[in-house]
């Protein structure tokens, strides 16, 4: 019976093969090097630029975290790029791979998280009296927590997946995966109904006709249209990813299916990431969803005007 137990909970090396098809396959020094290189650069100059761009506005008393956490999310592709390129010349060491399947896990949750602050702010200023609210102000902390439960699942269910030999910790370390992956997906869709129903609700003859509070450098209609589309590229990378974990995984001894492949990979990760950092950048986001530094209750957005007005 020991013996049983001891060799249900034993471990797989750490210089053994993965016994699980990731997703975006085990890279190679080709074409993989090359890639990863290439992405590594982006990132870094995308790093640089929105810490740069922090900075700048700190030193202007204007505190613009979420420029600093998109420099931390670029820092976390950074990383993650580092890993792969790492495996690609030690294809046999698990714990490169398990390290950059969390750091990509990790880096996306940081954009998700960003862009449910943004759309509170967007619900707050145009609704000031219920996005004020408690019932409206007690969900965001605590879908915070939440967020990190599932992070936390994430962390330790990619490891046990790897290590563990015991059919039961595999099958336990999947759905723990599972729910980390898709309550993420879930966050990423969050902010389209949550948008929505705002915009609707506002049409209300009750509604209308109460002042919104008004703040940066946009309209509300401007703020709508970058939280929408950040919301669309976000959930496109994080459904994907949850969806190669719900499918059954292929036997080893198959051929890898199209959706774990290195293209769809790169495109629903990297390629994502990038255009989504850059985006960010272009539209210089801080303009348009930041709020005074003591900013809390209703009309409490626009007491200053931080920005010069646009022109007409």
């Not at 209609?221 to 589309?229: N, Q, Y």
């Given at each position: 019976?020991?013996?049983?137990i001891?060799?249900s909970?034993?471990?797989?090396?750490?210089?053994?093969?993965?016994?699980?098809?990731?997703?975006?396959?085990i890279?190679?020094l080709l074409p993989?090097?090359p890639?990863n290189?290439?992405?590594?650069?982006?990132f870094?100059?995308?790093?640089?630029?929105?810490?740069?761009?922090?900075?700048?506005?700190?030193r202007r008393?204007?505190?613009?975290l979420?420029?600093a956490?998109?420099?931390?999310?670029?820092i976390t592709?950074?990383?993650?790029t580092i890993l792969?390129?790492?495996w690609?010349g030690?294809?046999?060491h698990i714990?490169l791979?398990?390290?950059?399947?969390i750091f990509i896990?990790?880096?996306?949750a940081?954009?998700?998280?960003?862009?449910?602050?943004?759309?509170v702010?967007?619900?707050?200023?145009q609704?000031?009296?219920f996005g004020?609210?408690k019932?409206f102000?007690?969900?965001?902390p605590l879908?915070?927590?939440?967020?990190?439960?599932?992070?936390?699942?994430?962390?330790?269910?990619?490891p046990a997946?790897?290590?563990l030999?015991?059919?039961h910790?595999?099958k336990?370390?999947r759905?723990?995966?599972?729910?980390?992956?898709?309550?993420?997906?879930v966050?990423a869709?969050?902010?389209?109904?949550?948008l929505t129903?705002?915009?609707?609700a506002k049409?209300?003859?009750?509604?209308?006709d109460?002042?919104?509070?008004h703040?940066?450098q946009s309209?509300l209609?401007?703020?709508?249209?970058?939280?929408?589309?950040t919301?669309?590229?976000?959930?496109?990378?994080?459904?994907?990813?949850?969806?190669?974990?719900?499918?059954?995984?292929?036997?080893?001894?198959t051929?890898?299916p199209?959706?774990?492949t290195?293209?769809?990979f790169?495109?629903f990760a990297f390629?994502l990431d990038?255009i989504?950092?850059?985006?960010?950048?272009l539209l210089r986001?801080d303009?348009?969803?930041?709020?005074?530094?003591?900013?809390?209750?209703p009309m409490s957005y626009?007491?200053a005007?931080?920005?010069?007005p646009?022109?007409?």
């Open positions: 019976m020991a013996s049983q001891t060799t909970l034993s471990f797989r090396s750490t210089t053994a093969p993965p016994q699980h098809r990731s997703l975006g396959e890279p190679s993989d090097v890639i290189s290439a992405f590594l650069s982006l870094i100059l995308g790093a640089i630029a929105h810490y740069a761009l922090f900075h700048y506005n700190l008393s204007r505190k613009f979420f420029s956490a998109i420099s931390a999310f670029c592709r950074i990383i993650a792969r390129m790492a690609a030690s294809r046999d714990s791979a398990i390290a950059a399947e896990y990790a880096g996306s940081i954009l998700i998280i960003t862009n449910l602050f943004w759309t702010r967007f619900v707050r200023a609704h000031p009296i004020w609210s019932s102000s007690f969900w965001l879908w915070l927590v939440i967020c990190s439960i599932a992070l936390l699942c994430l962390m330790v269910s990619i997946e790897a290590y030999l015991d059919p910790a595999q336990a370390a759905q723990l995966q599972l729910f980390g992956a898709t309550l993420f997906a966050s869709l969050l902010p389209i109904p949550m129903i705002s915009t609707v049409t209300h003859p009750s509604l209308k109460q002042p919104s509070d703040f940066g309209t209609s401007h703020k709508l249209i970058i939280i929408l589309t919301s669309i590229l976000l959930s496109i990378g994080a459904v994907f990813r949850a969806a190669t974990i719900l499918i059954n995984p292929p036997s080893p001894s051929s890898t199209w959706y774990l290195r293209a769809p790169y495109l390629s990038f989504l950092a850059t985006l960010f950048l986001v303009k348009h969803f930041l709020i005074p530094n003591a900013a809390h209750g626009g007491v005007f931080l920005f010069p646009p022109p007409p």
